[in-house]
């Protein structure tokens, strides 16, 4: 199996990519390297995977339609997609907002279109986000629940791409699944995410900010169950039946909501430093709780997380350690 990643040297693209790479599959790989945060990070990810057989990559932008054309006539063996690229983060859309409808927007929508006339794709993967839950309170999270009250435009541009994947299904049969992730962390994340954050501020003696004076709940999940997910996924493409097109959505989290204190405190422990807190108002854009029911992602693919924060945080501070010499 050929499979083109996007986002290849982003956080789970790269770990997706050495997985693959692992199995013995060829891997295209396409990632723009831009500096939404450091990109020596992105470098040093994509220099553990230059060199390996199976590997080849190309710097461009997946919104580069003429270049994604491009790619697509080279490419015509690609049997499996996993669209990963994107400009992530729910913070930055208040700074940025037109980065999101760009990266996450039109750059899906050009993907779908090279996607459509590649002759032996089996399958096209997405990357959405429990972000498109939005404003909703049941918990968990079921993909059968109503996704229409963003809070955020991350969100808003993340439902928008299953919508879009959707009518694709259904005028052209393009066999796609979206997979919503529910808070990723592990080895080789990225920089502005809570973890980093925390890890980071712990070590220098700062301060660590805490929203919503920290009532907030999030379903943390291992970089490897993602992986494992999304690989899962990748060899089931969905059929088509009589009332529903080749489309699917599923969660792809740990099933388990976690307080946030608790993340923190096993950092502490973990550290073996005591943490100065600061307890912060509620974030624009940001939501309580997150918590993702997988059943549907069990049922069909075999899915089950296998790594709690206890185990996965210590995993991610021995190499932060060790990659920041601290």
Known sequence: MSVLITGVAGFIGFHLAETLL??????????????????????????????????????????????????????????GIVHLAAQAGVRYSLVNPYAYTQANVEAHLVLLEAARRLPVLK????????????????????VDDRTDNPVSLYGA?????????E????????????LRFFTV????????????????KI?????????????????????????????????????TTDDMP???????????????????SIIEETLGIKAEIEFLPMQPG??????????ATTRDFGFMPSTPIDVGLPKLIEWYRDYYGV
Not at 157 to 165: A, D, I, L, N, Y
Not at 229 to 235: K, R, S, T
Request: charged letters at 25%; aromatic letters at 12%; a negative charge.
């Open 286 to 295: 940001d939501v309580q709780s997150t918590y993702a029911d997988i059943e």
């Open 246 to 264: 080749s489309h699917r959505i599923y969660n792809i989290g740990n099933n388990k909501s976690e307080s946030l204190m608790r993340f923190i």
């Open 22 to 79: 692992d199995q013995g599959r060829r891997v295209v790989g396409v990632d723009n390297l831009n500096d939404y945060y450091d990109p020596e990070l992105k470098n040093e990810r994509l220099a553990r995977l230059k060199g390996r057989n199976g590997f080849v990559f190309h710097k461009l932008d997946v919104s580069d339609r003429v270049k994604i054309e491009a790619l697509a006539a080279e490419y015509q063996d690609l049997t």
């Open 123 to 142: 399958h096209f993967v997405y990357a959405s986000s429990s972000s498109v839950y939005g404003a909703n309170t049941n918990l968990p999270f079921s």
């Open 157 to 165: 541009t993340k439902k928008t791409m299953e919508v879009m994947s």
């Open 167 to 178: 009518s694709y299904a259904r005028m052209w049969g393009l066999p796609l699944t979206g």
């Open 185 to 200: 962390y592990g080895p080789w994340g990225r920089p502005d995410m809570a973890a980093f954050i925390f890890l980071k």
């Open 203 to 239: 070590l220098a003696g700062e301060a660590v900010p805490v929203f919503n004076n920290g009532d907030m709940q999030r379903d943390f999940t291992y970089v490897d169950d993602i992986v494992a997910g999304v690989i899962a996924c990748l060899d089931r493409p969905p059929g």
